[in-house]
């Protein structure tokens, strides 16, 4: 078994494992809540994609493999302008979502609110991405094309989140499933785009990750959000045609 395969296979295993006893403690103990935000346990599930990320680098790189992981998340790894690229790139993806949608631009203090949210409550960022990206990433990259990559981490991350569009009150459940996948490969172009540019940066796929889900809430509270994620799908297939996913020769 490879060990791109054995990251999959445990993320699954341990994210869906948690999340049917949670179901089942719900079914027992309603009162429980038990994959509601205030719940350890929804938060455990959410961040066994990192930490089988965490722990498999570790297995396989031991403190070496740790400490290149940790290097990873300096900002410095690469220039400010990526950071920028990033920002700017989601604020005009949010932007032309919300005009196609005919919704008014929201406040600023809209914008801060919805950030905040996201960088409090939400696990995905930074209880994904060092799995998907940290971990997963570079070894399929060892043996596929860039594009082949995103497409097959994207497709596997969708299929990762597939319980959730099953479950009452869950984000998921209110949205397309087909668009859904558009815009979690969207985010897999994006993410390995930079990692190919910027040294590896995984602090970039985590605001990447952070600035998706932040403009995803904002276009969903203002009924925007299928037009949102088929601007993000427009937007990373600009990124591929104008060749982010070739690889740098070396």
């Not at 990033?86 to 993806?93: K, T």
């Not at 668009?179 to 940066?201: D, E, K, P, R």
Request: proline share 5%.
């Amino acid at each position: 078994m490879t060990r791109a395969r054995l990251f999959f296979l445990l993320a699954f295993a341990l994210t869906w494992g948690l999340g049917g006893l949670g179901l089942l403690i719900g079914a027992w103990w309603p009162d429980a809540r038990p994959l509601s935000t205030s719940s350890p346990l929804y938060y455990l599930a959410a961040y066994s994609v990192s930490l089988t990320g965490i722990a498999l680098t570790w297995r396989y790189g031991g403190r070496d493999g740790l400490r290149g992981l940790v290097g990873r998340l300096t900002p410095w790894r690469s220039s400010l302008r990526w950071y920028l690229v990033v920002i700017g790139g989601y604020a005009a993806i949010t932007a032309v979502a919300l005009l196609a949608a005919g919704t008014s631009a929201p406040s600023w203090s809209a914008v801060g609110s919805m950030l905040l949210i996201s960088l409090v409550k939400d696990p995905g960022p930074v209880g994904e991405e060092f799995g998907w990206r940290g971990f997963a990433l570079p070894q399929l990259l060892e043996r596929l094309s860039p594009a082949e990559a995103a497409l097959r981490l994207g497709l596997l991350h969708t299929a990762w989140h597939l319980p959730l569009f099953f479950i009452p009150g869950m984000p998921q459940a209110a949205l397309s499933l087909p668009l859904f996948t558009v815009g979690v490969i969207a985010l897999s172009v994006f993410t390995t785009a930079l990692y190919l540019h910027t040294g590896a940066n995984l602090l970039l796929a985590i605001l990447v990750h952070l600035l998706g889900n932040a403009g995803g809430g904002l276009a969903a509270r203002t009924g925007a959000i299928n037009v949102y994620m088929v601007a993000e799908g427009v937007a990373a297939a600009a990124v591929v045609a104008v060749g982010g996913l070739r690889r740098r020769a070396t």
